[in-house]
């Protein structure tokens, strides 16, 4: 079964500061990966998807992640953090290949707060 | 980009009785849609994906009695919760797969908070 790990429910950073969101999946086939963000009542929006293809992906708001297939990795990446970065952000995957089945299974999140 | 629209955005209704949520993709046909039901500080959790024009197959342990999905067109498909209870109070999502986009890419709707009394 595909999962997908999210290390730290909660990471905190100074505004100006390095955000790094740590994912990691487990498959036996390369799957499709996602990074999504979540404001308070509200639904997700795409930061970014690797689907095969470069596996440095970037993203909109300045976000970006690496898909590192010898560390089963796809960590989540912006160099200085705003205060409107604040919010829940989730690491899905899609079984390898997605074909017809484009069932997500999300991560438990990690919120990321920035202080002034 | 795609939208997604989901109503309503916040309900709150008497135990016993049934609410319905849309979803509705306004600028693509969406041939599936998926129903996620997310508890507070928690993840998604996908409960059934919905097909336009057929029954809706849902994950292992949501009540489908319970959670009734009809998916009678390709922009719209509704979530409907029947005998309400307190424990059925959540946050609901939905989202769609455009078909004409790009690989593995789910547009989601903005969430409908439901709180049964």
């Known amino acids: 079964a595909q999962s997908v790990t999210q290390l730290g429910s909660h990471v905190s950073v100074s505004e100006g500061a390095l955000v790094l969101l740590r994912c990691n999946y487990s498959?036996?086939?390369?799957?499709?990966l996602f990074w999504y963000v979540q404001y308070p009542n509200q639904g997700l929006q795409l930061l970014l998807k690797?689907?095969?293809?470069?596996?440095l992906v970037k993203g909109i708001n300045g976000f970006e992640a690496e898909f590192k297939k010898s560390e089963t990795s796809f960590h989540l990446t912006k160099p200085s953090a705003h205060m409107s970065d604040a919010a829940e952000y989730f690491c899905a995957v899609i079984p390898g290949g997605g074909g017809s089945n484009y069932k997500l299974t999300f991560g438990k999140g990690t919120l990321l707060t920035v202080n002034p | 980009g795609a939208v997604v629209s989901q109503h309503p955005s916040r309900v709150i209704c008497k135990s016993g009785t049934s609410v319905k949520i849309e979803c509705r993709s306004l600028d693509f046909q969406a041939t599936t849609m998926f129903w996620y039901r997310q508890f507070p500080k928690q993840s998604l959790m996908l409960m059934a994906t919905?097909?336009?024009?057929?029954?809706?197959?849902?994950e292992q342990g949501v009540e489908k009695d319970k959670f009734l999905i009809n998916h009678a067109s390709l922009t719209l498909s509704t979530l409907t919760v029947t005998s309400a209870h307190p424990e059925d109070s959540s946050f609901y999502i939905c989202?769609?797969?455009?078909?004409?986009?790009?690989?593995?890419?789910?547009?989601f709707g903005e969430g409908s908070r439901l709180t049964v009394l």
């Open positions: 690797y689907t095969s293809a470069a596996t």
């Open positions: 919905s097909n336009e024009g057929s029954k809706a197959t849902y």
């Open positions: 498959s036996s086939v390369p799957p499709y």
């Open positions: 989202s769609a797969r455009d078909a004409q986009v790009g690989a593995g890419e789910l547009f």
